[in-house]
């Protein structure tokens, strides 16, 4: 399904530093980027980075203190994820924690999973599979949490959210990885441009590792699951934030698009009965 | 410097599950693994994996309920470490920020170094240098914080013991390297096996990037810097940790030990004047 | 309902100080002391105290370095309590809320209500009066909180047991304070002797403003309502410890005890439906 | 010292409910109220309360909903507090510690002194008397804390000011409170009208029991000390708040005053060499 992404940012700096942005569509197998333009108001020194195990793509902009800097980003992607029926199985094969999924079972700074394991496991854990289990903590949290803007700030985590019950999309992806850590799920970060999401801006929601594949779930249900571009994935936020700024910088405004590149949509959001799930990696 | 290091570790299982160590001595081209020996006492299934960045090694063992596991470990490792003069170099490079730098510098589940930036930057952020820095504040926790057995658990963050001002290895690394962050130079926690350490256990302790390089600081100066057999670095004690339990498991007993293999051995612990660290990685 | 009560406390003293002990029978229009009897074992001044409001009953000991001193007090109650059928009345008549009342109403040390406001709100705001609020809240928490000695420690907040769902009989009783002053209602902790405790020891559980009474609830279901001896009320666990130490002091040992000193007790333990409900007060 | 304090809130309300007030000045001994004036705009019901332990004076309006409310108190106030100099003593009488002041020894809800035992004791344990730590944790406050509007909320404790470094009035005397009652300190919070203060606003600071008396901080040095009109004095913020809440209202305007009502004032506000306080009560 193909989208024209776009996002663009302006600051005004009052010293020298750097800004490494985290915008720009992922490449992989699945999501193909057709064709994408990265260009900043200043001649300024630009290096660009991926990420060895995510193959998330940074952008490391040399600053200088006292200048205007807009930054436009616009892509044509074509996020060809996977639509899966989900089979029953119970468990996580134990022997295959690798590393690299080793450390999406681990509590991170917005993520204290180490705090939630009876709540999760009184909660959910005598549902059946896994695929239950995850389906059931995102209603859960749908149902619980208030969608609030400006209720919640950069230090707000899963702890305070689990209790607090109010957040934004942020908050919400936070809790949902947190539960199911403590399920002995691992559950990573996703952030990415949302189609048919309103106001336009970056979303975050999450994917759980289930059956072999990393499944997306949002608990927010604000957009279809089929309308995403992925940027990113981490542990939390603070992998996968949008901008990592170095320096004294003013954020002065953002905008950010998701529009459709072809003719026809059908949304898709999960209901809680069907088995089908959708994978981005 | 060569060691001979040891560990043996009993559990009893009441589940199926497994249980990943993280005992290995790592092995590159400082640190050679001249020969070890990992056996279990029961025939269990294992799976040994190497980390793709950190090269961290992990072993998984199958576990199966009801059985008395008894782990040994030991090998005769070479730390050729480097000792190195510390020239004054203001700042990180910050166009040489790589996403495996980065990931470094963000807050983690028991360094919260985002609540940490004023009073980091108020008590260092004058030093002259990103190693001034890194001396003052190791010495800062070494005369602030009590080293009290029992005084902390699982649980314990950076953002606990900052206040609260007593702990063991593992949260004098996490004020360090939480500090660390929020003076913006990337930090990370390591764990290894300990020359002269009483009683003799596994120790923690951090690595911060400066010019460059990992040098390892120990706010505990309980051991000599050139004593240690590195296991493993990480973000903090979540990816680091000896054992991750999948399944129930009572750990029974522990034993490690670290002796030195060869005749002479000068310990070396910084003092805060000379400009002298030593680098692992 | 008579009972025969008694405490025995053994410390040693390291230095000058003093023990404020909060282990006397609180007397009053209902609970009746019949007797009572307060021996120390070395020959120390005692100064006697009640608090304004509460009529707490404080004993300050002043204590001399290096001594053993051994605390008896035992005492014969009469616990006149009041048993009512509690009619249905939607809500606290606002006018009503004097200091007195609205001190039960603020957040406290172990009772964040603040924080608890939507979960509360969502999880028993719709129940039609206070009572079957308190009621319901009691029986969720006697569900989802396990009992588990040594699970937590005298920083152990509501707002960490709402989410850790494991404690002891204090942590029970903070949760339901938070939760019910959350939901405006005026809420108290409460200590006691406890009939039927087993292991016998000290006891807490909390009281709730209804219907112009402070009626009596006890998440733990672990003892019978009517077989509590008052000791003191208070915001929460620092207000009614049972011992302030102020000095170097090591608990060497304690002994509680609660006896029925008549014939017959029935036993009462309120069910969810029954709308029946003790006051001490 | 005579002065003319105004308030002027506004509110709409939403739903029925109450509001309580605590803005009138204290009456006592010394604080003499030769006039006041307490009007609102609507006709409602008003009952007056005074706390029995404090004396502090409450006024609780019942509303109605979809009202527009202006409530306006003004006052002429004679501040007839004490300057006294302080004489060396070392410590509180410890049998001297009544109920009274033993509440404003324990640990409440912004004031979580149980954690920054260590910290105060390492900082400020070993000057050589009670007045000299006061003073001493004052200034610390002073130079380490960044007065920042809008750095805080209505959650924010001394636990988070005493790492995070910033706050207002507030978290100022929330955190000296803590300090204080760390080193054993009875130490309470205040509230009144403050002279020069800019811009003009209710403000808070607090009271340390030293020599027998309250003798009153301020970590700000926002304003000197012999200007103020108190109001209140409460554990915490959770007791001495402006306005109680309940119901759902709109907080639309407000606007406080304190004007000099003599000729010449001489403002004192204590460095750190002199032996000189304040006593309100």
């Not at 985290?22 to 990420?51: G, H, M, P, R």
């Not at 209901?271 to 089908?276: E, F, G, I, P, Y």
């Amino acid at each position: 399904m193909k989208f024209e992404i776009s996002a663009q940012l302006k600051y005004y700096t009052y010293s020298n530093g750097c800004i490494i942005l985290n915008i720009k569509a992922l490449k992989d197998s699945k999501q193909k980027v057709i064709k994408e333009f990265f260009t900043t108001s200043t001649d300024i020194k630009i290096k660009d980075y991926k990420e060895l195990s995510s193959r998330n793509r940074l952008t490391n902009l040399k600053i200088v203190a006292g200048q205007d800097l807009e930054i436009n980003y616009n892509a044509l992607v074509d996020n060809n994820f996977e639509l899966m029926d989900i089979k029953k199985v119970a468990d996580l094969n134990l022997s295959k924690i690798s590393p690299e999924l080793l450390k999406y079972m681990h509590p991170s700074r917005y993520c204290q999973s180490d705090k939630l394991y009876r709540l999760a496991n009184n909660k959910f854990g005598k549902k059946t599979d896994n695929f239950e289990k995850v389906t059931a903590l995102t209603q859960w949290i749908y149902k619980n949490v208030e969608y609030l803007s400006g209720s919640t700030n950069s230090q707000t985590s899963a702890y305070d959210t689990v209790t607090e019950q109010a957040g934004v999309c942020r908050d919400f992806a936070h809790l949902g990885i947190a539960l199911c850590r403590a399920l002995t799920i691992p559950a990573r970060y996703f952030t990415g441009y949302a189609y048919q999401l309103f106001p336009q801006d970056f979303h975050a929601c999450f994917e759980a590792y289930i059956n072999g594949k990393w499944l997306l779930f949002d608990a927010t249900r604000l957009v279809p699951l089929n309308g995403l571009v992925k940027i990113a994935h981490g542990r939390d936020a603070a992998d996968a934030a949008v901008a990592n700024i170095f320096g004294e910088v003013n954020f002065m405004f953002s905008s950010v698009n998701c529009q459709l590149a072809e003719d026809e949509f059908i949304p898709f959001i999960p209901d809680n009965l069907s088995r089908k799930a959708i994978s981005y990696l």
